[in-house]
Nanobody
């Protein structure tokens, strides 16, 4: 059972930056960042696979960078040019296999949070 612990959320003014971190207890094929607005479904932000391949959704594309320290199994999300509309709970998630398959490769789908088996507790980001 993979355990994920997020940190780095907080309050920031519009236009500011934050870096979220997520420490995982073991390596998995996919890790990603998702966010959830009040009374809305979770939506994907970005994912990274075990080879370092990244996938971004349109939600924050161009304003975020996902990265991972593979030696320490820590996932990061660098966010910049934050807007009040980015205010949400941000979650780290992991899955043992990719589900976005093409040929022999299965990537990590940021648009399908239901495919992720392990979730952190979330970290709140508030932009004002």
């Amino acid at each position: 059972h993979v355990q994920l612990v997020e940190s780095g959320g907080g309050s920031v003014q519009a236009g500011g930056s934050l870096r979220l971190s997520c420490a995982g207890t073991e390596a998995t094929h996919c890790m990603g960042w998702f966010r959830q607005f009040p009374r809305k479904e979770r939506e994907g932000v970005a994912t990274i696979d075990i080879y370092g391949r990244t996938t971004y959704t349109d939600s924050m594309k161009g304003r975020v960078t996902i990265s991972k320290d593979f030696a320490k199994n820590i996932l990061y999300l660098n966010m910049s040019s934050l807007k009040p509309g980015d205010t949400a709970m941000y979650y780290c998630a992991a899955n043992g296999q990719g589900t976005l398959c093409s040929g022999d490769y299965c990537g990590c789908d940021p648009n399908a949070p239901e495919n992720y088996d392990f979730w952190g507790q979330g970290t709140q980001v508030t932009v004002s």
